[in-house]
Nanobody, 126 residues
Framework: QVQLVESGGGLVQAGGSLRLSCAAS????????MAWFRQAPGKEREFVAS???????????DYADSLKGRFTISRDNAKNTVYLQMNSLKAEDTAVYYC????????????????WGQGTQVTVSS
């Protein structure tokens, strides 16, 4: 059974940093696109970042335009884990952050991933 388990969320002051982790089990995702999405209260779930295999040991990352420069996605295939480093956090980054894996469409599309984690809450106080 495939599972994605997020961790690393919590309460942080504006300007601070957090690193989220998403540990996958049940199968290997080394050649699969993995991504982070988030859902703020009262809003739809939105794309944050994704990381896709490009052959060999090369991976490409894509980001939501508004988050470029502050968020960094990375992966450790040996640990079957993807990370999201979030810096210079703002109150508007407050959301539940979800990990997704196994892309079957467009990388930014909410409906394009087969597997999802349960989410981890990130709260940024201003």
């Amino acid at each position: 059974q495939v599972q994605l388990v997020e961790s690393g969320g919590g309460l942080v002051q504006a300007g601070g940093s957090l690193r989220l982790s998403c540990a996958a089990s049940g199968r290997t995702f080394s050649t699969s696109t993995m991504a982070w999405f988030r859902q703020a209260p009262g809003k739809e779930r939105e794309f944050v970042a994704s990381i896709r295999a490009a052959g060999g040991r090369t991976y490409y990352a894509d980001y939501a335009d508004s988050l470029k420069g502050r968020f960094t996605i990375s992966r450790d295939n040996a640990k079957n884990t993807v990370y999201l480093q979030m810096n210079s956090l703002k109150a508007e980054d407050t959301a539940v952050y979800y990990c997704a894996a196994d892309l079957r469409g467009s990388y930014y599309d909410n409906d394009a991933y087969v597997y999802w984690g349960q989410g981890t809450q990130v709260t940024v106080s201003s």
